[in-house]
């Protein structure tokens, strides 16, 4: 038989019973959060083919050396860029991983949009010892230093290098590189500068002390040359988004004008296990200690940047 409480009774449990009813609702929305959260998988980032063109095929890379660069500098970036289509079988290039490993993952992209395999070579080469247009320039100079090497349209591609003494707009403050197009002429170049004396903290990491963040010891450069190593990491960057984006409507991730790109959406990763303020697990050569992640022509050592797997959707290391 039911009882039925009355009014003063009712009035001592009704604060227990409003808990009660209180807590059952906390639980609910809280059991419905989890259940949504554990539904929802967010979508794995991509970089998107935009439909434009890319630098497929054979692709002579020209160099303008603007300011002071030794033979031994030199030759480091150019080795580099006869390592990019180098054959292990006729190049005598038997160690791995190789920095025509690390190029293949380009390669992968101009497979996924249905174009030739990209072959860079090495072109003309010119230097500027004088600095004939000063030692201070704006971005709009760096188009006319790369017109000096190729004036007409090509189909190459111009590398503009400034020496550690040259100031560049937004260098240090905002960019070590960058890439760009000019459409009238439909011609290509990137600009790197040598960043030994002005920004090594944040050109040239991690083969300096970082400047921001967590101050882990630097890394001995694998040619011997802070300035250098490092501006063939930034050669390499943007010579995988020159590749895969010249006209700013090839593969990229966000916005046109501040794009993520093959090489730029793994910055800072090297190695696997990488975090901000670590390169990840690298080789380490024995007899000087400096690390490096790819082999290149006559024996060369580089640390070049992950790139983005469009198959993973991954940072991709050689190592």
């Known amino acids: 038989m039911w009882k039925f409480m009355g009014s003063s009774q009712f009035s001592k449990l009704a604060p227990l019973l409003v808990l ?18 554990s539904l929802y998988q967010p979508p794995p980032m991509a970089l998107t083919y935009h439909g434009g063109a890319l630098l497929q095929g054979d692709l002579p890379v020209s160099i303008f050396w603007y300011g002071t660069f030794s033979p031994a500098q030199k030759s480091i970036v150019a080795d580099f860029l006869l390592s990019l289509n180098s054959n292990p079988h006729t190049d005598a290039i038997t160690v791995k991983p190789s920095v025509n ?43 006319e230093l790369a017109h000096r090497v190729n004036p007409a349209s090509s189909g190459g591609l111009t590398l503009v290098l400034t020496a550690p003494d040259v100031a560049v707009e937004g260098f240090c403050m905002s960019n070590c590189g960058f890439h760009n197009s000019d459409r009238r002429s439909d011609s290509v170049f990137i600009w790197v500068g040598n960043s030994a004396t002005q920004c090594p903290g944040q050109c040239a990491w991690p083969f300096h002390q970082p400047i921001y963040g967590p101050q882990t010891p630097p890394l001995v450069a694998p040619n011997a040359d802070v300035g250098m ?37 793994c910055t800072g990763v090297y190695g696997k296990g990488a975090y901000p303020g670590y390169a990840g697990e690298l080789l380490v050569d024995s007899s000087s200690g400096a690390s490096y992640n790819a082999v290149g022509v006559n024996g060369r050592k580089y640390l070049l940047p992950a790139l983005f797997d469009p198959y993973t959707s991954q940072c991709e290391t050689i190592v």
């Open 101 to 143: 490993q690390w190029w293949n993952t380009v390669q992968t992209y101009m497979k996924k949009a249905g174009q030739k395999q990209t072959h860079v070579s090495l072109s003309t080469q010119l230097s500027d010892h004088n600095c004939t247009i000063g030692k201070t320039l704006k971005k709009s100079q760096i188009s």
């Open 229 to 265: 190593d490092g501006m063939v990491v930034n050669i390499a960057t943007l010579l995988a988004g020159t590749v895969t984006n010249p006209f700013a409507n090839g593969y990229y991730l966000g916005s046109a004008e501040a794009p993520l790109e093959v090489a730029s959406a």
């Open 20 to 37: 009660v009813e209180f807590l059952l609702i906390i639980n609910v929305c809280l059991g419905s959060a989890r259940k949504l959260t």
